[in-house]
């Protein structure tokens, strides 16, 4: 069908759905369940569909897509918050996409965002398919890594933390007051940043002359349940350790979870370290000691990093590390004895 004469009415007909969905999707309206509208823009592209006034010469219009893993955490929220207000302060539009749903498909997104003709992608997420990603890339669509999830290739431009030395840090201070069986809950294992975390653990153990023991080192998911399973293992452990480090603030609630259920305080039988420092952190009881990293900031940067790309320019820096911060609170004290 040729582009000039595909209707809204086409494109309804044959993504299943009414022209006014169609026409909400199309516009930009957020109010349209994510699978539909992936739908209608996939169709839309597959038809050749050409919006009025719609410019013919390849020019992006003015959407940056953030594709995150999960919206139902205070991680995910201060990420979308910082690119949304990022995005507003450039003239951009953000279009967010959940991709941990049921019937979420990766090549169907891919199909979107290239009929949006989206300035750019800002990847919030390691279970993102690197192939299709390269789709992207291939038709001069910028990607940018956030968090350094999953394990980009050498020439992705990417906005970071300082994940080795953040964790370092946290494990240092349970070391400095006095903590010697410390154990680590690890994130998700295919994510870069994970490795990062565990790398830092094991140095400052290691600077420190104390031995790096396996039996301490527990996978994670940087989720609540992930962190609980986690701090069971190493509760139950016949000399278990009397500080935690956890990967994430939520994997940190997770070992509060676990330690009430064996009847341990925090911190006086167990002092408990966590990574992000989002506002959940102050409202725990005791309140979280943990690693901030400015995820706004992160967000910002990724922003600005599209801008650049989409226009043309290579900046001079395309991996940007921003630094981490030691916020120490009342989950931490030295062990007892």
């Keep these: ?115 949006h003709r989206s300035s750019g992608v800002i990847v919030a997420t390691s279970r993102a398919d690197q192939v299709e990603l390269e789709r992207l890339r291939d038709a001069g669509v910028p990607v940018v890594r956030l968090d350094a999830a999953g394990s980009p290739a050498p020439d992705t431009a990417q906005v970071g933390v300082t994940n080795w030395a953040g964790m370092r840090d946290a494990t240092q201070h349970l070391i400095d007051l006095g903590h010697r069986r410390i154990g680590f809950i690890g994130g998700e294992p295919a994510a870069t940043i994970s490795l990062e975390r565990q790398e830092g653990y094991t140095s400052a153990l290691r600077r420190n002359g104390i031995p790096v023991e396996a039996e301490l080192i527990q996978p994670g998911d940087f989720m609540i349940a992930g962190g609980e399973a986690a701090a069971k293992a190493l509760l139950e452990l016949s000399e278990p350790p009397t500080a935690i480090v956890a990967s994430s603030d939520l994997e940190a609630m997770g070992v509060y979870h676990a330690a009430f259920e064996r009847g341990l305080r925090i911190p006086d039988d167990l002092s408990v370290v966590g990574f992000d420092d989002t506002v959940l952190c102050q409202y725990l009881s005791p309140s979280l000691t943990t690693v901030r990293q400015p995820l706004a900031q992160m967000a910002d940067q990724a922003v600005r990093l599209l801008g650049d790309l989409s226009h043309g320019n290579r900046p001079a820096m395309t991996r940007i590390e921003l630094a981490t911060t030691l916020i120490e609170r009342g989950s931490t004290a030295a062990p007892r004895g």
């Design 1 to 115: 069908m040729a582009a000039s004469r595909v209707r809204l009415a086409d494109i309804a007909a044959e993504a299943d759905v009414s022209v006014s969905t169609v026409s909400k999707v199309l516009s930009g309206r957020t109010d349209i369940a994510q699978d539909t509208r992936q739908r209608v823009l996939a169709t839309a592209s597959s038809l050749g569909y050409q919006p009025r006034g719609a410019s013919t010469s390849g020019e992006p219009h003015g959407l940056i897509e953030l594709l995150i893993g999960g919206i139902g955490t205070l991680w995910a929220l201060e990420v979308v918050q910082g690119a949304e207000q990022a995005a507003a302060l450039h003239g951009k539009s953000l279009v967010v996409t959940n991709m941990w749903h049921e019937g979420f498909s990766m090549a169907t997104w891919v199909a979107s965002v290239l009929a």
